[in-house]
């Protein structure tokens, strides 16, 4: 059984942080990719943070957020998580976990796996 169930969201000011949790059941053993991707209103979705646990635990940050978030997993919980700091209204966005067998690396529609995402608001 596979499933992504985020939480975690809110509303933050600017310059703050805000840990968001996924439930990854199904992915973080089997060496899937794990995303978080955001879709800020009125834009596309863009990939955030990748995170390859078969790869020696590998991460990679979108450029707007390196030295900000970083992925993290446990994979004894099948939790995911992404801690970000110093957050900036442009951060703003519903941010969905999503997974793949497959190195989708940031071409987000090929994800095949979503979760229901979760709301970030930063003012």
């Known amino acids: 059984h596979v499933q992504l169930v985020e939480s975690g969201g809110g509303s933050v000011q600017a310059g703050g942080s805000v840990t968001l949790s996924c439930v990854a059941s199904g992915f973080t053993e089997s060496g899937a990719y794990v995303a978080w991707i955001r879709q800020a209103p009125g834009k596309e979705r863009e990939g955030v943070a990748i995170?390859?646990?078969?790869?020696?635990?590998?991460?990679f940050y979108g450029d707007s957020v390196k030295g900000r978030f970083a992925i993290s997993q446990d994979n004894a919980k099948d939790m995911v998580y992404l801690q970000m700091n110093n957050l900036k209204v442009e951060d703003t966005g519903m941010y969905y976990c999503?997974?793949?067998?497959?190195?989708?690396?940031?071409?987000?529609?090929?994800?095949?796996?979503w979760g229901q995402g979760t709301q970030v608001t930063v003012s």
């Open positions: 995170s390859w646990a078969s790869g020696g635990g590998q991460t």
């Open positions: 999503a997974a793949d067998r497959a190195p989708c690396g940031w071409y987000v529609p090929q994800y095949n796996y």
